[in-house]
């Protein structure tokens, strides 16, 4: 099915709340979180990194730790993460336009802040209840006005997902990761 532009413009909306009330309904919050690391300069133009998604800040440092440098991400820049293709990175290569010909050589030399594959806590089971609950109320609301719980210039009913998540039985799914409340 083709979605109108209506119903495009909403999909943002409709995923933000369907995160917001599984994160309510679980009494916990499942995001990416993005982490500071610390690696040692090598001298080359590429660095190693553990696996990540995206890069936040990349800062070179001088030998007493001090921030020396912020580099940007982009052809035009200074680095581009590796592989190109893939969602998981785990490389970065000084463009030839960077600040920088290498990295500098030294210990704790290079600071990056990225969301690392082991800090990305989104269960498989949590992003395809919230894939399920999203699609079916598209399904169920598309051409309908939508009312409630606002963000920007658009609002939704917690009921709408209650009541999709009943049809669908995902309060199951959602049970053995909800957190008790004190």
């Known amino acids: 099915k083709t979605l109108d532009a209506t119903?495009?413009?909403?999909?943002?909306?409709?995923?933000?709340?369907v995160k917001q009330w599984i994160d309510n309904y679980c009494n916990s919050t499942f995001e990416t979180n993005s982490v500071t690391r610390y690696y040692d300069?090598?001298?080359?133009?590429?660095?190693?990194?553990?696996?990540?998604?995206?890069?936040?800040?990349?800062q070179i440092l001088?030998?007493?730790?001090?921030?020396?440098?912020?580099?940007?991400?982009?052809?035009?820049?200074?680095?581009?993460a590796y592989p190109l293709n893939?969602?998981?990175?785990?490389?970065?290569?000084?463009?030839?336009?960077?600040?920088?010909?290498?990295?500098?050589s030294g210990l704790r030399r290079i600071k990056i802040a990225a969301a690392f594959n082991d800090t990305t806590s989104v269960p498989e089971a949590i992003a395809l209840v919230a894939t399920k609950l999203v699609a079916k109320i598209i399904q169920q609301q598309s051409g309908k006005d939508i009312k409630s719980e606002q963000l920007g210039d658009y609002q939704i009913e917690y009921d709408v997902?209650?009541?999709?998540?009943?049809?669908?039985?995902?309060?199951n799914v959602l049970k053995q990761y909800r957190l008790p409340t004190l």
Request: net charge negative; aromatic share 8%; proline share 3%.
């Open 7 to 17: 119903t495009l413009a909403q999909l943002g909306f409709w995923i933000a709340a």
């Open 41 to 58: 300069g090598n001298g080359s133009r590429e660095l190693l990194l553990d696996p990540f998604t995206s890069i936040t800040t990349l």
């Open 62 to 80: 001088d030998t007493s730790g001090d921030v020396e440098s912020t580099l940007t991400e982009g052809h035009a820049d200074d680095f581009l």
């Open 86 to 104: 893939e969602s998981t990175k785990n490389k970065v290569v000084l463009t030839i336009n960077a600040q920088y010909g290498s990295f500098p």
């Open 161 to 171: 997902i209650d009541t999709v998540a009943e049809e669908m039985s995902i309060y």
